[in-house]
């Protein structure tokens, strides 16, 4: 008797096993609803998974406050228009074929509003005092400034408020106009110094009697923007990083990429500083002008030298027989005096006006920090005192370091945090190539292929057992050796082999030594058969 087969080891094989067994088990009516069963969930997983989608999505609005998101909303269900929510709820997208729908009952139900406008005025409204119409001009013309700042990049959106001041005769009780603009900005944006004044003169030309300088723009933080302090903030970013990157950049030749790290802060001063000097040079002169003085004295000894003629002066001297007239050497000497030169000289004068820069550099903190340097079979060592001090030196020189303006420079040598590797994020089932419907839809066909299989194998092996030759006993020798040699894949018994001169128990242990398998199964055989009655062989003998 053949031994039974051994469980198999492999749960996967125990399962299939299993699932044969009560595959075999089922009627034909219960196998034949299962294969339908099976087809059926197949057929709605392809039919879920390949039919057509809504298509792309795309906005209808985008950049929308929480209240103009829920009313555009709520007209599109109205209108029956499929519609979802993205980014945060500030945009409405439809699919691609409905937008231009959405937009048109988007326009007929006036939404977005981004604020109350002059849509506030539509319609003509009796019986309205004067005060309401200038409580209803101001909140339009606030939400109209206010979706003007929002169509800004960084805006995501802004609100206006207006205090139109009094306008009054007497001059104590005037009040100038002013405005506060609100500003939310978008995640990593900012306002620049251009955009801030722009923002204060777009206010600020809306507005009758109002000036610029009397705006004041706040983000969603409560900082206050302003032109002049963003211009000083941007000055001092823009020098600060231009000299981290300089300092950086130089020590990293000399201790390698990474192994640096710089931060500056700059404080800088933006006033207008006109300055005028006038120099005068004592070494450099010039002769304007100049006088002689001369001496009276001297002159007068000059002419006595000089001879000279006397006599009777007039007519009386030229008549006839008149005194005639004498010649000498000397004359009467003149009266004492000076006459004084004066010389005028001009000292050379230069005269210089200075404008100095807009942007000037109060104050310099700059602090480095350097890693380990690594040493050979051996942990990392920081720098020694002599090398933090020759770089100490590079900085102060690199960055311009003054110590009379009150700089200040720090240089530490301490070891970097070494960073873990990134882990690489598992990939998520949305993010699959094929969906997740036709995976489940194939998984669902290989299972019913691999039921038909193990199906049709069973028959197989089930039609084989039915073709083992089978022998009632008793039988004639000639018929045990016909069921000996034949095949077990059910074909015709072979012929038996031609007698030779062995007896009947040499040929049958000859047969058993050859093929054991095909003799055990025989045997299983008899043994498996009923008992048959008697019957006379031919030597008339009861076997």
Same mark, same amino acid.
């Given at each position: 008797?053949?031994?039974?087969?051994?469980?198999?080891?492999? @749960?996967?094989?125990?399962?299939?096993?299993?699932?044969?067994?009560?595959?075999?088990?089922?009627?034909?009516?219960?196998?034949?609803?299962?294969?339908?069963? *099976?087809?059926?969930?197949?057929?709605?997983? $392809?039919?879920?998974?390949?039919?057509?989608?809504?298509?792309?999505?795309?906005?209808?609005?985008?950049?929308?406050?929480?209240?103009?998101?829920?009313?555009?909303?709520?007209?599109?269900?109205?209108? #029956?228009?499929?519609?979802?929510?993205?980014?945060? #709820?500030?945009?409405?997208? /439809?699919?691609?074929?409905?937008?231009?729908?959405?937009?048109?009952?988007?326009?007929?139900?006036?939404?977005?509003?981004?604020?109350?406008?002059?849509?506030?005025?539509? #319609?003509?409204?009796?019986?309205?005092?004067?005060?309401? !119409?200038?409580?209803?001009?101001?909140?339009?013309?606030?939400?109209?400034?206010?979706?003007?700042?929002?169509?800004?990049?960084? /805006?995501? $959106?802004?609100?206006?408020?207006?205090?139109?001041?009094?306008?009054?005769?007497?001059?104590?009780?005037?009040?100038?106009?002013?405005?506060?603009?609100?500003?939310?900005?978008?995640?990593?944006?900012?306002?620049?110094?251009?955009?801030?004044?722009?923002?204060?003169?777009?206010?600020?030309?809306?507005? +009758?009697?109002?000036?610029?300088?009397?705006?004041?723009?706040? +983000?969603?933080?409560?900082?206050?923007?302003?032109?002049?302090?963003?211009?000083?903030? +941007?000055?001092?970013?823009?020098?600060?990083?231009?000299?981290?990157?300089? *300092?950086?950049?130089?020590?990293?030749?000399?201790?390698?990429?990474?192994?640096?790290?710089?931060? *500056?802060?700059?404080?800088?001063?933006?006033?207008?500083?006109?300055?005028? =000097?006038?120099?005068?040079?004592?070494?450099?002169?010039?002769?304007?002008?100049?006088? =002689?003085? &001369?001496?009276?004295?001297?002159?007068?000894?000059?002419?006595?030298?000089?001879?000279?003629?006397?006599?009777?002066?007039?007519?009386?001297?030229?008549?006839?027989?008149?005194?005639?007239?004498?010649?000498?050497?000397?004359?009467?000497?003149?009266?004492?005096?000076?006459?004084?030169?004066?010389?005028?000289? =001009?000292?050379?004068?230069?005269?210089?006006?200075?404008? !100095?820069?807009?942007?000037?550099?109060?104050?310099?903190?700059?602090? *480095? &920090?350097?890693?380990?340097?690594?040493?050979?079979?051996? +942990? %990392?060592?920081?720098?020694?005192?002599?090398?933090?001090?020759?770089?100490?030196?590079?900085?102060?020189?690199?960055?311009?370091?003054?110590?009379?303006?009150?700089?200040?420079?720090?240089?530490?040598?301490?070891?970097?945090?070494? =960073?873990?590797?990134?882990?690489?994020? @598992?990939?998520?089932?949305?993010?699959?190539?094929?969906?997740?419907?036709?995976?489940? #839809?194939? &998984?669902?066909?290989?299972?019913?292929?691999?039921?038909?299989?193990?199906?049709?194998?069973?028959?197989?092996?089930?039609?084989?057992? $039915?073709?083992?030759?089978?022998?009632?006993?008793?039988?004639?020798?000639?018929?045990?050796?016909?069921?000996?040699?034949? @095949?077990?894949?059910?074909?015709?018994?072979?012929? %038996?082999?031609?007698?030779?001169?062995?007896?009947?128990? !040499?040929?049958? &242990?000859? $047969?058993?030594?050859?093929?054991?398998?095909?003799?055990?199964?025989?045997?299983?055989?008899?043994?498996? !058969?009923?008992?048959?009655?008697?019957?006379?062989?031919?030597?008339?003998?009861?076997?």
């Amino acid at each position: 008797m053949a031994e039974p087969t051994p469980p198999p080891t492999n @749960p996967l094989l125990a399962i299939a096993s299993q699932a044969r067994a009560l595959w075999q088990r089922l009627p034909s009516r219960a196998r034949l609803g299962a294969i339908a069963t *099976v087809v059926g969930i197949v057929g709605v997983i $392809a039919f879920l998974a390949l039919r057509p989608g809504p298509g792309p999505w795309r906005p209808v609005a985008e950049r929308l406050t929480p209240a103009d998101a829920s009313e555009l909303s709520s007209v599109l269900a109205e209108r #029956g228009i499929e519609h979802r929510l993205g980014r945060n #709820g500030t945009t409405v997208e /439809v699919p691609a074929a409905q937008v231009a729908q959405a937009l048109a009952a988007a326009r007929a139900a006036n939404v977005p509003h981004g604020g109350v406008g002059f849509e506030l005025f539509d #319609g003509t409204k009796l019986g309205r005092s004067d005060f309401v !119409e200038k409580v209803d001009l101001r909140r339009a013309l606030q939400g109209e400034l206010a979706r003007t700042i929002a169509t800004l990049a960084p /805006v995501e $959106a802004a609100r206006v408020m207006i205090a139109p001041g009094t306008v009054s005769v007497f001059k104590d009780v005037a009040k100038p106009a002013t405005a506060s603009v609100t500003v939310r900005l978008r995640p990593g944006q900012t306002l620049a110094a251009a955009q801030v004044q722009g923002i204060k003169n777009l206010v600020a030309a809306a507005i +009758d009697g109002l000036e610029a300088e009397r705006v004041v723009v706040v +983000d969603q933080r409560g900082a206050m923007l302003s032109a002049d302090e963003q211009q000083h903030s +941007d000055d001092a970013a823009q020098i600060e990083q231009g000299i981290a990157a300089e *300092v950086r950049a130089l020590l990293e030749r000399a201790l390698g990429v990474g192994k640096v790290e710089v931060v *500056v802060r700059a404080d800088v001063d933006r006033s207008k500083v006109t300055r005028s =000097e006038e120099i005068y040079d004592p070494a450099a002169t010039a002769l304007r002008s100049s006088s =002689e003085t &001369l001496d009276a004295a001297a002159s007068a000894a000059n002419a006595a030298t000089a001879p000279t003629t006397s006599g009777v002066a007039g007519v009386q001297a030229n008549l006839p027989g008149g005194p005639a007239a004498t010649t000498g050497a000397g004359g009467a000497a003149s009266t004492a005096g000076t006459i004084q030169a004066t010389k005028n000289y =001009e000292v050379s004068r230069k005269v210089n006006n200075i404008e !100095e820069a807009e942007v000037r550099i109060k104050k310099l903190q700059v602090a *480095v &920090l350097v890693d380990y340097r690594a040493v050979d079979d051996g +942990d %990392p060592a920081p720098l020694t005192p002599e090398e933090l001090k020759q770089y100490t030196a590079i900085v102060h020189a690199a960055a311009g370091l003054d110590d009379t303006r009150g700089d200040q420079l720090e240089i530490r040598s301490v070891p970097f945090a070494i =960073e873990p590797e990134p882990k690489l994020a @598992p990939k998520p089932i949305s993010k699959l190539p094929v969906p997740l419907p036709a995976i489940l #839809g194939g &998984l669902a066909a290989l299972v019913a292929v691999a039921v038909v299989v193990m199906t049709m194998r069973r028959r197989r092996k089930a039609a084989a057992t $039915a073709a083992t030759p089978t022998l009632a006993l008793p039988a004639s020798l000639a018929e045990v050796e016909r069921a000996l040699d034949a @095949p077990t894949d059910g074909t015709a018994p072979a012929l %038996p082999p031609p007698a030779n001169e062995r007896s009947i128990e !040499e040929r049958v &242990l000859a $047969a058993v030594k050859t093929d054991p398998a095909r003799a055990a199964r025989v045997l299983a055989s008899w043994l498996s !058969e009923p008992d048959a009655p008697a019957t006379t062989a031919k030597g008339g003998k009861a076997a």
